[in-house]
């Protein structure tokens, strides 16, 4: 595992969008694992630049994102279907087909979930898994728990989640309670990951990560175990490293 901690959120974000952008342009039909949140967003602004200065091709480019609510169509502004249009896939020359988001408004979530690990096999696995990480250590919708789970399941989010998700929404009551996510396996077992912290909030976060013991209560903290796992951190992350 690498850590790399840069004085600003704006320096960490260009670092990993940097890695992406050497990924797809050394192998054009990768498969790149997606986050959303508010983290990632400056990435995929340098991404989309890279992209419109004629430096990036993606149209070979294949997509699977980590996670969504359950219960929110795909229109919904605060779906992550939604997020990932907005953010990238509006502005960058991806097929609409190569693009993956789990479908958490499908009447069958356990049969969508399995469905999902089996495409992501049968695309040749993650090459590249780019994260966040929530205040409470999660990554994807992975939340502190007894164990690690394997697949792609649907998770019952935790307060502290619905708390700190609040923001999306108008109110507290409008957070869904459900989402759908990748499990720690198909993170795990992308050949680079990187992960992306900024932020005083996520500090603890960060420091229970990568100092703590690796257990499920962290979930992040199973990435030490990765080969080929690099934190990009802006100093308000890093502070208590
Ligand atoms: C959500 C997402 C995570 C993300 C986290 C942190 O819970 N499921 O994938 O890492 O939020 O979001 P932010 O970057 O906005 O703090």
Redo the contacts with the bound molecule.
């Keep these: 595992m690498r850590i790399c901690v840069f004085d600003t959120a704006q320096q960490a974000c260009k670092a990993a969008a940097a890695m992406i952008a050497s990924q797809v342009i050394r192998k054009p039909n990768s498969v790149l694992g997606l986050?959303?949140?508010?983290?990632?967003?400056p990435a995929y602004q340098e991404l989309i630049r890279l992209y419109r200065e004629g430096i990036l091709d993606f149209s070979e480019t294949i997509t699977y994102n980590?996670?969504e609510y359950v219960g929110l169509t795909e229109q919904h502004p605060c779906s992550?279907h939604f997020f990932m249009q907005d953010q990238l896939f509006d502005h960058i020359n991806i097929r609409k087909e190569n693009t993956h988001v789990p479908d958490g408004h499908s009447e069958h979530l356990d049969e969508t979930a399995r469905a999902y690990d089996e495409a992501i096999c049968a695309a040749g696995g993650i090459d590249m898994q780019l994260?966040?990480?929530?205040?409470n250590g999660?990554?994807?919708?992975n939340e502190p728990g007894s164990q690690f789970i394997y697949g792609c399941h649907v998770v019952n989010?935790s307060q502290s989640?619905i708390e700190?998700?609040t923001?999306?929404f108008d109110s507290e009551k409008d957070v869904p309670r459900q989402?759908i996510?990748l499990g720690i396996g198909s993170i795990m077992q992308a050949k680079t990951v990187l992960l992306?912290?900024?932020?005083k909030?996520?500090a603890q976060a960060v420091h229970d990560s990568i100092l703590g013991d690796v257990t499920p209560q962290v979930q992040a903290s199973i990435l030490r175990t990765h080969p080929e796992a690099i934190f990009f951190l802006d100093r308000d992350a890093a502070a208590l490293l």
């Design positions: 986050a959303t949140g508010s983290s990632p967003i980590l996670d992550y994260l966040g990480i929530g205040r999660h990554i994807g919708f989010l989640t700190a998700n923001r999306f989402a996510s992306i912290a900024t932020g909030d996520k």
